[in-house]
C-alpha cells in the first residue's frame, strides 16, 4: 500500500479540474427575441387555466400595432375626409385632361366606363349640334342667299337661250340679222353675268371676309384634332367630343352648302358651252343650203374660243371655276379618303372594344 502524502506516478501525472463555470450563450438578435416572444405567446395557456409558472398568457400577448394604423384606425372620419380629397382633386384632373400631353390609348384613365358620355350628354350634344348646323343653314343664306338666287334665274335663262333665239333661214338677209342678233344677245347675257358675280377678295364686304376666315380656322382646328387624335398623345375626352362633334356639324353644313353654290356655277358653265355646242351642230344642216356662212363661221369661231378657254365665273376673283370642279373631281376621292378613314377606325376599335361580346 502507498503511504500517504506520497503521489504515486499517475495521480502526479493528472491534471487538476477547473472549477465548473456556466458556459457562454450567443446573443440573440432582435428578430429572434421577437420569434421567440411570439411562440412563447401562441403556446401559452389561457389566463384562466392552470398556473403557467408566471409565464405569459394569450390575452397578454397582443401583436404590436404601429401608432399611424392605430391613429387612423381611432379616426375613421379623417380617413372619410382624405378619401373625399382624393375624389375632388381626381375628378378635377379628369375635366383637365386636355391640357395633358399622354398616349398610349384612348384615354389616360383605366376605367372607360367613366369616360364615355351618358345618354343625357349625348342628347344633349345632338340637340347642340343640329342647333348649330340650322344656325348655319340661316347664316349662309343670309351672306350668299341672293347669289343662289342669282345662279338659279341665270342657269334657267342660259338652258333656254337657244329656244329663243332661232336662227332663221329663209335668205341671206334674215339668217345674217338673226346670227348677229344670236351674238350680241349671248354676248350681253354672259357680260351681265360676268358682272353680277364678278367678287374680288379685297373689294369684297367685311361679312364675307370674316366668314372666309372663319370657315378656315375652323377647317385648321378639324384637321388638328384629326391630326392630334393620330399622333401618340391622341386625348379622346368627352370635352374633346363635344367640340369635335359641334365643329364638324357647323362645318359640314357650311361645306355641303358651299359645294352647293359650286355645282349651280359649274351646271352654268356647261349651260354655256352647250349653247355653243348647239349652234356648231346646226352647221351640219346650213352647209346643204345656198346661204353665205361668212358670217356665221366667224360667231362660232369667236363663242368656240370664248367659251371653251375663258371662264365665265370666278371663284373670289381669281380661280376660275373650271379648274376648281376640275381639281375637285380627280383629287376629292383621296382627300376624303384621308380624312374619313381615321375616324373610322377609331370608331371600329371602340365598337369592338365595348359593344361586341367575345364567344
Known sequence: METPGRLTRRSA???????ATPARRPALTPMQIELMQNLKCRLAPPANGADNGGGPSKENCNPKVSPT?????????????????????????????????VG???????????????????LQ?????????????????????QALASLQHYLSVVRGFHEQHEISTIDDADFSTSVLAWHEDYRKLLREISTRFHVSLLDSETNYKLCAMLYVVGIATLLFYLTDSM??????????????VCLLAVMSVYTCLCLRLLMLAQQLELAIENNVHQLNEEMVELVSRP??????????????TRAFRRSALYVV??????DVAYYLQYYSLPVITALLTPPLQLLLALKQQYYDVPS
Open 104 to 122: 398610349g390609348g384612348v384615354s389616360i384613365w383605366p376605367e372607360m366606363d367613366a369616360m364615355r358620355l351618358t345618354r343625357y350628354e349625348a
Open 231 to 244: 399622333v401618340a398623345k391622341s386625348k379622346l375626352t368627352p370635352r374633346r367630343i363635344k367640340k369635335w
Open 291 to 304: 346661204l353665205r356662212l361668212d358670217a356665221y363661221r366667224d360667231v362660232l369661231s369667236y363663242w368656240r
Open 317 to 322: 376673283g381669281v380661280v376660275p371655276v373650271k
Open 69 to 101: 394604423l392605430e391613429k387612423l384606425r381611432n379616426t375613421p372620419a379623417v380617413v372619410r375626409t382624405k378619401r373625399e380629397v382624393l375624389l375632388k382633386k381626381h375628378s378635377v384632373a379628369r375635366e383637365r385632361t386636355d391640357s395633358l400631353c
Open 125 to 145: 350634344l345632338a340637340v347642340g349640334s343640329v342647333s348649330l348646323a340650322l344656325v348655319t343653314y340661316k347664316l349662309f343664306f343670309w351672306l350668299h342667299g
Open 13 to 19: 501525472a493528472a491534471p487538476r479540474p477547473f472549477p
